[in-house]
């Protein structure tokens, strides 16, 4: 009996350190099926996202899961730690627990308690190993508790390092393209500018945003769970509206700005299917149609409007709907997981964009 306990204590431990080291350290994707980490997202978030359906308010349903990103991170390290304390406590238990203790009478719970003051390293002294393998594994559990410490000490800035740079580009784009962000605003507002060389710079800005927010969401996928500061604004809309933009320039633009499109159109339809398949979930066939033909006929006089014409209406359809078909299902999928909902293609005349409201008051533009 003690030896299999011992034997699923080192399994908890490895289990529990490998995971850690996956999610911390590895700078990859694990394709893994089984994870500790995965399966707690799923559940943790299934749960927590089905209390959203219950709240009416628009703003307390965005804050309600604003917060499940950082708190399910701190629940996260906490279930690890306790966990390793479980598996070294059943891992002294299995040999013997040899321990000399002030009630004289060794149980798993002066294992149990022995294990946390090591993994903690607190060093009280009160129960002490008294077996040499005893103290092997309980300096051994000091230095794993000393490590993984380190690790979380180090995790937390990294985290939000990539957090931030993510919402500056988020930030960025509000004056751009609306708020919320849509592609044909965006067009519209530099269609004011001549110069097409603007326009191309912005485009190489969010390439390198994009390829940015893959790496940093594929390393630390908790990411995906942290919801932006700002009403109207996410990284799953923000990268949509990218997405959105490329594809109508690819259409009605030539030369230099629509290769530079085409580039950024790339990493960024890269991102949206290297997340999706982060969840295990399979494509929608019939995702939600974001531009059905009525709408394709109000987004055309809404850039006709703008200075922004399509040559062949019927040819531009095509081909827009074909580069709609490559990234549209992905991003209707993580916005059904994450509950974002997607951007228009155009936004309402006259909305306001966030840097123009407080709660002090409004801001008119006098462009």
Partial sequence: MRILVAILGVIVIFVILQDAFETIILPRRVSRAIRLTRVFYRYTWFVW?????????????????????????????????????????????????????????????????????????????????????????????????????????????????SFSRREAGISLLDAHAGSPPSAGELLRRH????????????????????????????????L????????????????????????????????????????????????????????KRHVPTTPIDRLPPAEFVRLREFLTSSGITLNNEEKAERKLAKLRSMYEPYVSALSQRLQMPLPDWFSLEGADDDWQTSVWGHVETIV
């Avoid at 203790?101 to 294990?115: I, R």
């Avoid at 500018?193 to 594929?218: F, G, I, T």
């Fill in 49 to 161: 996202s089905a209390g959203a359906y219950k709240l009416r308010s628009l703003n307390r349903k965005e804050y309600y899961l604003s917060l499940f990103g950082p708190l399910s991170l701190i629940v996260l390290l906490i279930v690890w730690a306790v966990l390793l304390i479980i598996g070294f406590a059943m891992l002294q238990w299995g040999l013997g627990s040899s321990m000399d203790a002030p009630e004289k009478v060794v149980t798993f719970g002066t294992d149990l308690y022995v294990s946390g003051t090591s993994f903690f390293t607190l060093g009280l002294g009160d129960v002490r190993p008294v077996s040499a393998l005893a103290r092997i594994l309980t300096v051994a559990e000091a230095g794993t508790g000393f490590g993984f410490l380190a690790l979380v000490i180090g995790y937390l800035p990294v985290i939000y390092q």
């Fill in 191 to 222: 269609s004011r500018v001549q110069d097409k060389e603007e326009l191309v710079e912005h485009l190489h800005d969010w390439e390198r945003w994009c390829a940015d927010l893959l790496e940093s969401h594929l390393s630390y996928q908790v």
């Fill in 224 to 279: 995906m769970y942290y919801r932006s500061q700002h009403e109207h604004q996410s990284w799953l809309a923000t990268i949509t509206t990218i997405l959105d933009v490329c594809a109508l320039i690819i259409v009605t633009m030539e030369g230099s700005t629509a290769q530079s499109a085409w580039f950024t159109f790339a990493i960024a339809r890269h991102a949206v299917v290297d997340l999706a398949q982060i969840f």
